[in-house]
Each structure stands twice: as structure tokens, then as C-alpha cells.
């Protein structure tokens, strides 16, 4: 069944001893404590001090390539990662702009229900506005089905939205529970999936909410209302309750899950292998025909 998936540089070499400058600008180690050398030995010995001071020049100005190349590559680094985060997070921004994918307009709501009450057949989705797996359903699946079965008559469908993910699922749900007395939940929750943002990630705001209602044909001010309070008014508050219990008597455990019976009759578990139209297509044929 598919689920809504949460569960869950190397140090610098040493510094050559310290040097200064003589007279002559060669820099040289103190050796004052040395005994006075001849003539001879002092040749050799500002022979041997000039090539170690050019040793000691060679050295700084590699460790200074070394520093800027290593400066180069932390920034190089710095940059790609930051341009991976972008492009990680670029998928997670909700589309304002996102029109529905259902079309609802010809089909009949009457609270969670939507399609004709006498219908045959009864489809019942159990859902949290956060998931992303409900998102995909709604907006790749969803709208076939509801052309196919609910316009024709053949199947009323109920939405019931559960909370588990967060703040945000709770926020909808309330909204789009608040929307049934404008019989217009699913028509809410359609646009809100497919504007759908990062989970938990406050965007479910008031802005967020009045945008989908208003772009719905619904007034927002209810919706608003009903997400202003950590408790929905009492109506709202019994259909969350009312999803929570019948998600537990059905034993539903993620998220869309499904039942499929005669309507008014007993339902039963709607398996599929993937969220994908000819998956739904078979079950719900052989729920019409058994119901007929």
C-alpha cells in the first residue's frame, strides 16, 4: 500500500629559525656566541647562509601558493554546496500559481462527500494535506476518477483528513473542514495539494489558506476562522475526531489509504500496487459490478 514516507589542511612546515638583516641586508643566524672564524670560513659560511636563505624565500613563497590554492578550493567548495542546498530546496516551495487539476464544478459536495448521494458504489479516502503521496494522487489520479465514476453517478467519494505529520496538516484540515458548510472541501483541498509545500514548514499560514479559498470560489473568512484557535469550533472539531476514529477502526496505519463497498453497506480495504489510474480502475469496475 503506499505510504506517506515520514517514518524519518595539513599544517605548515616549521618556521626556519628566526633572521634578520645585516648590514649588508643577507639575513643571517645569531652565532654570537660562535668563536671568530677566518677569513676562509667567513666566505664560506655567507655562501652557505645565502643559499640557505634562498631555500628559506623558495619555501615561504610555496607555502604561500599552497594557502592561496587551498583558499581557492575552500571556496570553490563553499560555493558548490551552497548551490547544491538551493537546488535541494528549490522543489519544496509550494505553486501559488497552481490551477486545480479536478474538475469539480459539475459534481455535487455535501460535506466530506462528493458525487451523487445515491451512487452505488462508495470510494473513501483517508488523507493528511501534508502528504506527498495524497498530493500526487489527487493531482495525477484523482481527476480521472472523478470524471470516469463520480460525474457519471457510479461512485461518491468521502475525504477524511488525518494530522499525524503537523502543525501545517492540522492547520488544512481545520480549513478544509471549515469549507464543508460552504460545500466546498474538496474543491479546498484540490488546490491545497496542489500547492502543496515542505512538510512542517509553516506554510500553511493565513496567507496560504485565504489564497487557495479565495482561487476555490470559497469565502475565506470562515476558513480563517477556524485555523485562528488551537480548537476549531465544535462542528470542525467532530470531523477531525470523526477521520481519527474511522481511521482506527479501519486500521489504516498511512497514508492514502482507501475503502471501496456498496454504498450504505459494508466497505472494504481498496488495495493497489502504485498510485497510478489503471490501479484503481479494476477494483472500483468490480465494486460497480458487484454493487449492480
Given at each position: 500500500m503506499p505510504a506517506c514516507l515520514r517514518t524519518f589542511l595539513a599544517p605548515s612546515p616549521p618556521e626556519s629559525p628566526a633572521r634578520r638583516p645585516d648590514h649588508r641586508g643577507v639575513p643571517y643566524t645569531s652565532i654570537s656566541s660562535a668563536p671568530v672564524a677566518a677569513p676562509s670560513d667567513k666566505r664560506e659560511r655567507a655562501r652557505a647562509e645565502r643559499r640557505a636563505a634562498e631555500t628559506s624565500d623558495a619555501e615561504a613563497a610555496r607555502r604561500q601558493r599552497l594557502i592561496a590554492l587551498l583558499g581557492g578550493a575552500a571556496l570553490l567548495a563553499v560555493v558548490v554546496v551552497v548551490a547544491l542546498v538551493a537546488v535541494s530546496q528549490g522543489g519544496d516551495d509550494e505553486d501559488a500559481s497552481a490551477a486545480p487539476t479536478a474538475t469539480l464544478d459539475e459534481v455535487p459536495e455535501d460535506g466530506i462527500a462528493l458525487g451523487e448521494p445515491d451512487a452505488p458504489v462508495t470510494?473513501?479516502?483517508?488523507?493528511?494535506?501534508?502528504?506527498?503521496?495524497?498530493?500526487?494522487?489527487?493531482?495525477?489520479?484523482?481527476?480521472?476518477?472523478?470524471?470516469?465514476?463520480?460525474?457519471?453517478?457510479?461512485?461518491?467519494?468521502?475525504?477524511?483528513?488525518?494530522?499525524?505529520?503537523?502543525?501545517?496538516?492540522?492547520?488544512?484540515?481545520?480549513?478544509?473542514?471549515?469549507?464543508?458548510?460552504?460545500?466546498?472541501?474538496?474543491?479546498?483541498?484540490?488546490?491545497?495539494?496542489?500547492?502543496?509545500?515542505?512538510?512542517?514548514?509553516?506554510?500553511?499560514?493565513?496567507?496560504?489558506?485565504?489564497?487557495?479559498?479565495?482561487?476555490?470560489?470559497?469565502?475565506?473568512?470562515?476558513?480563517?476562522?477556524?485555523?485562528?484557535?488551537?480548537?476549531?469550533?465544535?462542528?470542525?472539531?467532530?470531523?477531525?475526531?470523526?477521520?481519527?476514529?474511522?481511521?482506527?477502526?479501519?486500521?489504516?496505519?498511512?497514508?492514502?489509504?482507501?475503502?471501496?463497498?456498496?454504498?450504505?453497506?459494508?466497505?472494504?480495504?481498496?488495495?493497489?500496487?502504485a498510485l497510478e489510474l489503471d490501479a484503481f480502475q479494476g477494483p472500483i469496475d468490480d465494486a460497480i459490478a458487484a454493487a449492480g
Open positions: 470510494m473513501v479516502e483517508f488523507a493528511d494535506p501534508q502528504c506527498p503521496f495524497c498530493a500526487d494522487y489527487t493531482t495525477d489520479v484523482l481527476p480521472d476518477l472523478v470524471e470516469q465514476y463520480v460525474a457519471t453517478g457510479d461512485v461518491r467519494m468521502e475525504l477524511q483528513l488525518l494530522t499525524f505529520i503537523g502543525e501545517d496538516s492540522l492547520r488544512l484540515a481545520n480549513a478544509g473542514y471549515a469549507a464543508t458548510e460552504q460545500e466546498g472541501l474538496w474543491r479546498f483541498m484540490d488546490l491545497a495539494y496542489a500547492r502543496q509545500g515542505a512538510e512542517n514548514s509553516d506554510y500553511a499560514d493565513d496567507a496560504f489558506i485565504e489564497s487557495v479559498a479565495t482561487d476555490a470560489g470559497l469565502d475565506p473568512e470562515p476558513l480563517l476562522a477556524a485555523t485562528a484557535n488551537a480548537e476549531p469550533d465544535a462542528e470542525v472539531g467532530q470531523l477531525i475526531e470523526a477521520a481519527r476514529a474511522a481511521a482506527g477502526e479501519a486500521g489504516v496505519d498511512s497514508t492514502p489509504s482507501f475503502l471501496i463497498g456498496p454504498t450504505g453497506g459494508e466497505l472494504e480495504p481498496l488495495e493497489v500496487t
